[in-house]
């Protein structure tokens, strides 16, 4: 009976353990990655996500891919009328909450893409966290729904 009871309960129970212990706090979790597919044209591209905290509050440090020379995160913001993207040299990820990478806020730009990017594609990224190290996750290239003619007064100007 005590072979049974360590067979079946003790031993997965030890081996769960085990893995918790080389794991650590949990890591961060990443959903919802992709890409708008871009113009054929263009040398450069952005990506989005979702990323839910660990156990412990972390730092997003940056991230790379191999479909790109350069991979920075940006902030979208609207001052005086107009839309301006900023660099951002890391990004708190509070335990348990969501940070979401969305059209016209947070964002990662690939640039200088090593090849055009096309619908259905998946692309790697490296994020680097500074207590959870390196995660992968692969974004997928979708196309971007037409977006609404702007009129005069609505038209914002973007800049760098």
Known sequence: MMSMLNKFVLFPLLVSFAGAAVAGPAAIRM?????????????????????????????????????????????TSLANGMLRMRPVA??????????EFTPGSLHMMLISLRQPLRYGQKVSLELRFEKAGKQLVEAEVRSLPPAPMATGAESHHHQH
């Not at 890409?35 to 156990?55: D, K, M, Q």
């Not at 890391?90 to 940070?99: C, E, F, I, N, T």
Request: glycine share 8%.
């Open 31 to 75: 959903t919802d990655a992709w890409v708008p597919e871009p113009p054929s044209v263009s040398r450069n591209a952005v990506a989005y996500i979702t990323l839910v905290g660990g156990e412990q509050d972390d730092v997003l440090l940056g991230a790379s891919t191999p479909a790109a020379e350069v991979v920075e995160l940006h902030e």
């Open 90 to 99: 890391s990004l708190a990820v509070q335990a348990g909450k969501r940070v």
